[in-house]
């Protein structure tokens, strides 16, 4: 039989939930799984405010790059379940620091216990004592001293109802809540650096984040579409089974361009993008947009257009950057892994179409005046029947 | 599919990835070890390296190095023999790989002096070679053809000219563009200092080229290793991209004149049915950028760039690419790289025909029928596109 290790997951802020609490628990631990699919010699269990796994020893690592992908995770260590027997644990603690100690020739130590099940006759303290005292017999000797507030070496013990892990690392995970446990919502995702940011955010957030790009070919290649496609994959590994949804965007941009007032079409053409993904939301039951947008950013993000644009729908309009600047979403965007993808120079607007002066402080009535001009609602339907859907798992 | 963007790159032809897969399969040894399969691959690329130099006529004086290809060839030549502070000088319509080697001198206090005021016709003005001996100026860097527009720098009249008014500069040339598609004159070798040659760009492989270089110089390694390659280029040789540059290099000289007339007509039914839809179509207005008319000492003809202001030559490359045929470009329309070609401008282009212009490159596997399918497919793009661009002017 190979050599087993168990995983201790702690929840995020479902530790702060009350009677959803269950709900939100299910959609962790189904997560956990999908993540974790790659190996099937798996065994998963969750006692009250945990996660455990009971892993080969040789997936640990793996577990742990992947774990660090699931949203709604606080933390969690990779430790040996045993029995609570203090010279067993004690055994093994010598077994992880001797060989540590003999290398650094000293190092200080201590014992955390967390007692989950009340039941068990000694209190946490009390088994500090018990296995620091038994581990320190056999080490003192040769370096080993008691330090609890600058231990370099914890040896933790969580004894919970039905078993007892042991443990000495502890991972950060990511923190939020489990994916899926608020619901479908869908990106406006360019090839940008803001939008795939914006998508992780909302994703660390519970939502299943879909996405919306819209095209440009032919005026420009197809490469801002592979760019896509390789940021929402990227994105996706944050919280798998997304949709990436490519409308063909250029005869409505056309349209635009040829009869409506220069200044304005920044603001129109993503008044039509929005009508556009709120007509997709609405048929797939997505209950949000996202979208990159930050105040101030660019012309088309002041607070006027940013109004002007959001007024098309009735749906939620998120923008979880609205108040962050530039270099915090490119530390997020390096962070995620989506910000050399998001630089490499690849059109996302041809220069035809546009305006010279975008305008700053768009006034509705002047919008709706020019969308008049159009059959927006034609090009649209149209659009959207020569969308392309596209599962992001199969990318 | 039509493909006419051989200045990027060329397909493989048939008979070289045969070698090159026969050379992998059969050689894997390394060339610089003493037993006898090692031995084997030393000879055979001691062998090509021979039946190269045939080929091209390069005369004994002359020393080959194998690189990966024309970048490196001309970072090799260029920093290995000037860093850091030889006096260079260029024309300034070179190819990134030339001009962005030379301006890493600049940090060194060494700045190349580039002779831009002199172009003509995007070629070097011979009369300003007098500049390069007040300047004294070291190594003079210079296109055979020129990557964008297919002009030439006759290397002969060049060395000439040097030997006369400024014996002490010596000539560099970055040939990748011009082996294959014009005829190249064994007498250029002995005015030639440098010169450099890529595999792809002749229908051979990515990942190799030439180093050809007069062996009396002394070029600094920039890259250290087993010492291969007289010390100057380390590094285990790839014995089948070599075997496959050989076979591309032999092809390439064998039909070079054939090739040459071949090209010559196709980039005459270009031309000539360019200035047909420009008759046809009244608001179509071609610049040509590559000259028209001029024979192989001034311009080659696998290459002609054009403009065609108002229409972005990007937008039109997506129209072509839905034909199915695919053209290459100098400049990008984008939002984000406003930056339009570099060598459009120097030619004295303003930045609108800069942009608005498109690049075709021919090879031997080009048919007249390409050329009328191109004509036929940039006609209807155009005409779509026109009333688009001309709002935006």
Redesign the interface.
Known sequence: MTERKTVLIRYDEIGLKGKNRKYFEKCLLKNIKRELSCSDDISYRSPRGRILLDIPSSFAQECTTRLKKVPGIASFSIGVSMAPDFEAISALGVQWIEPKLLSAGSMKFCVRTRRSAKSFPQTSPEVNFEVGSRIMKQLSSKGLTVNIKEAEFVLEIEIGRLETVVFDNREPGLPGLPVGSSGNVLCLLSGGIDSPVSAYMMACRGCRVHFVFFDN?????RGGYDKVLRLAKKINRFQARATLFVVPFQDMQ?AI??HCNEENRVVLYRRMMYRIAEEIADRYHFLALITGESLGQVASQTLENLAAVSCVTTLSVFRPLVGMNKDSIINKAIEIGTYETSIE????????F?PKNPVTRSKIPFLERDEGKIPWEELRDDALTRMEIIKVDDL | MIYLDNAATTPMNGEVIERVQETMQKCFANSGTPYRIGLDAKRLIEKSAESIAGYLQIPSTHRLLFTSGGTESNNLFIKGLCFPDKKTAFLGLEHPSVTESLAFFKQFGNDPLSLLPFQVEGRLDLNSISTLNENRVKLLCLSHVNNELGTVNDPLQVASALEKESPQTKLFLDGVQAIGKIVLNPDMWKGLAGYSISGHKIHGPKGIGLLVYDSRLVLSPQMHGGKQQFGVRSGTLPLPLIMGLETAIQQAVERSEQNQKHLENLSRRLIQGLKCLQDQQSELNIRFNSLIDADATRQSPGMVNFSFSPVEGEVVLHHLEQKDIFVGMGSACSAQSKEPSKILMGLGLNEEQARCSLRISFSENNTLEDVDQFLEAFGVAYQTLYPTFLQKA
Request: with cysteine; hydrophobic share 25%; net charge negative.
């Open positions: 070919q032919p005026f420009l290649g056309s361009r040829d120079p690849q059109p996302d607007c041809c220069s035809v546009m």
